[in-house]
C-alpha cells in the first residue's frame, strides 16, 4: 500500500515488540486529529478532539507525555502519565482562550518491567480509543468504551446492534482534558510471544467490524502490512472520520499462558486530588491513585 496519504512512524525495533503503525485523515475531513507515538517498549494512539487546533494539541500533548518516559515499573506509574497529560491538557486550556475545551481519548500499550521474573503487559484507555488482543486466531476486546452507547448496551437499553447506529455513537463519557478529574482504565496482561495487539481510534471500528478486523490480523503476518489493510479496508468502506492504527506483535516473553482462559482483570485508577498532577508533584501523585473498582472479563 502507497505511503502518500499516511503517516508512518518508523522506529529501531526492541527486543519485546514489533509494530506496525498507520494514520489517515479519513475520506471527507481536512486535518488529522489523530496521534500517535512509539517508542522502543511503549505505543500510545490519541484522537483529539475540541476543533481542528484543540484536538490536535490535546492530543500531542497526550502522546508526547507517555512516551517522553523512561521504561515503566507498574500499572499505577503508567495510569500516573495518563493524569498527568490529563493534567497538562488542562493547564494548556486555561493559558489559550482559543483551546478552551480541548481534550483527547487515549488508548496505550507498554512493557512493564518488574522486578519479577514474569514479563508483564501494561494497558491503560480512557474513552472510545480501542485495545484488542489476537490470540490463536480470536480477536478479543480488551478495552471498554467510555460512551454513552456502551453505558446503553451495559444497562440493557439497547443492543449491539442497536449501538453500532445509534444517533449518539460517538458521544463519550470521559476524555482528558474535558472532566475536573478523570479515571483510568489499566490492565496488567501476561506477555506472550506471538500474541498480536491492535491499539486503534474510533475512526477504525466506526467503519469496519470486529470480524474483518480478526480477517486481516489473520491474513497479513507482517504487522505493517496488517497497519496498512486495515487503513485501507476503512477507507474502501467510506470512512470519514480521521483513522490510526498500531499493530503490535509480541516477540520475546514466555512461550503459553497458565491458563486456557482469557481474563483481562481492569482496574480503574482516580486520583483524589487531581491539583497534585497540575502542579507537578511527582511522588505526592502516585501516592494518590487509588483502585477505585476491580472486574474481571473472561472472553
Not at 171 to 176: A, D, K, P, Q, W
Not at 189 to 194: A, H, M, S, V
Amino acid at each position: 500500500m502507497s505511503n502518500k496519504h499516511l503517516n508512518v512512524q518508523n522506529q529501531s525495533q526492541p527486543s519485546v515488540f514489533k509494530w506496525g503503525s498507520a494514520t489517515h485523515v479519513g475520506n471527507v475531513r481536512t486535518s488529522n486529529q489523530d496521534k500517535y507515538g512509539i517508542t522502543s517498549n511503549l505505543m500510545v494512539v490519541a484522537d483529539g478532539m475540541g476543533g481542528h487546533n484543540g484536538g490536535e494539541v490535546a492530543a500531542e500533548i497526550a502522546v508526547t507525555t507517555l512516551t517522553s518516559s523512561s521504561r515503566l515499573q507498574s500499572i499505577s506509574e503508567f495510569a500516573y502519565l495518563v493524569q498527568k497529560a490529563h493534567g497538562l491538557i488542562k493547564v494548556r486550556a486555561q493559558e489559550n482562550i482559543n483551546l478552551d475545551g480541548m481534550g483527547t481519548t487515549l488508548c496505550a500499550l507498554s512493557e512493564i518491567d518488574t522486578q519479577e521474573t514474569s514479563q508483564r503487559i501494561g494497558a491503560v484507555n480512557v474513552g472510545d480509543s480501542r485495545i484488542y488482543l489476537f490470540t490463536n486466531n480470536v480477536l478479543h476486546q480488551i478495552s471498554i468504551d467510555h460512551s454513552l452507547v456502551q453505558e446503553l448496551v451495559d444497562s440493557g437499553k439497547i443492543s449491539e446492534i442497536e449501538a453500532q447506529s445509534h444517533p449518539h455513537r460517538n458521544v463519550i463519557t470521559r476524555s482528558l482534558g474535558h472532566q475536573p478529574i478523570v479515571e483510568v482504565d489499566a490492565w496488567e496482561i501476561e506477555l506472550i510471544i506471538g500474541d498480536r495487539y491492535l491499539l486503534c481510534s474510533d475512526g477504525l471500528t466506526n467503519e469496519i467490524s470486529d470480524a474483518e478486523i480478526a480477517e486481516i490480523l489473520s491474513i497479513k503476518a507482517d504487522p505493517q502490512q496488517a497497519a496498512d489493510q486495515l487503513i485501507q479496508s476503512t477507507l474502501e468502506n467510506e470512512g470519514q472520520d480521521n483513522v490510526t492504527v498500531i499493530v503490535v506483535d509480541v516477540i520475546a516473553g514466555k512461550e503459553k499462558r497458565n491458563s486456557s482462559n482469557i481474563q483481562f482483570d481492569v482496574q480503574t485508577l482516580s486520583p483524589k486530588e487531581d491539583k497534585l498532577f497540575t502542579e507537578g508533584k511527582t511522588p505526592n501523585a502516585f501516592k494518590s491513585l487509588i483502585e477505585k473498582i476491580t472486574k474481571s472479563r473472561t472472553t
